[in-house]
């Protein structure tokens, strides 16, 4: 179990965290290690595409990003803990996320458990938990309704204690059950929708090279979705549109590399 703190402080989501592991711990054995942002070396992103383009091993950027990208391979669970920030997380978690952009275009969290820890002095969280919930279903997570807090100050009005103590009960129960369960989840129409389109688009080599190695690698040009799920009539017929839709644009691409390539 890995919690990565996006925090620049040791404060207020330091606590939200040691509470969720606390309450965890009261549930099962589980080993729990703290990654700090603020003490790794990890560089701004560029944004020159490299990682998407031609693979994440060529990043021109040297360091802590693979260890990183390692320690969340190894773990069964993970969390984000970030305060709110600007109605958004950290800059140094944000940072991280750029850093890990080809994460987006090629997914390899699955049957590993996600949930955020957001803490927020007034208002914002509620973005900030969905948009981490999404980034890790992006990236393959199976994840977990987050743990979001209110912590406006160091002396709690009476009874904020109870409050933050039985919301984090709660959250610790979710999280234990479904790191537990080794059901993967079914994909919603959105999901394969998704899958569909991109992995028709990176059949035909329409895409980005790198892309197009990672799919076949696994065999996804072949399968109905990322890994073996059964999909209902609707899903199956949502699935078979977007192959439709991703080949017309699959091929209008390609027509259109062809045809610039010949000047």
Not at 79 to 108: E, G, W
Not at 198 to 227: C, M, N, Q
Request: aromatic content about 12%.
């Amino acid at each position: 179990m890995t919690a990565f703190i996006g925090s620049p402080r040791r404060g207020r989501t330091l606590k939200a965290v040691e509470g969720f592991e606390k309450k965890l711990k009261q549930l099962g054995e589980i080993d729990f290690e703290y990654i700090w942002l603020k003490d790794r070396d990890l560089k701004s992103c560029r944004g020159c595409g490299i990682c998407l383009e031609r693979g994440e091993e060529l990043c021109p950027l040297k360091d802590d990003r693979d260890d990183l990208f390692q320690r969340m391979r190894q773990a069964d669970g993970v969390i984000f803990a970030t305060p709110v920030y600007s109605l958004q997380v950290t800059a140094l978690l944000k940072n991280m996320l750029d850093r890990f952009s080809y994460l987006f275009h090629r997914p390899c969290f699955f049957h590993k458990t996600f949930m955020p820890i957001v803490v927020q002095g007034v208002y914002g969280m509620g973005g900030v938990l969905k948009y981490l919930d999404e980034v890790a279903r992006f990236w393959g997570f199976k994840t977990c309704p987050g743990l979001g807090l209110t912590i406006s100050g160091q002396n709690l009005p009476p009874g904020e204690q109870e409050k933050i103590d039985q919301a984090t009960e709660k959250a610790a129960a979710r999280f234990y059950r479904l790191l537990n369960d080794p059901a993967d989840p079914v994909p919603s129409i959105k999901d394969v929708l998704i899958f569909r389109s991109v992995r028709t688009i990176h059949s035909l080599a329409a895409g980005l090279p790198r892309d197009h190695e990672y799919y076949k690698e696994r065999g996804w040009f072949a399968t109905d979705y990322y890994y073996p799920t059964r999909l209902g009539w609707l899903k199956r017929l949502v699935g078979a549109w977007a192959d439709r839709q991703a080949l017309k644009q699959a091929r209008k691409i390609k027509s259109e590399t062809t045809g610039s390539n010949k000047y």
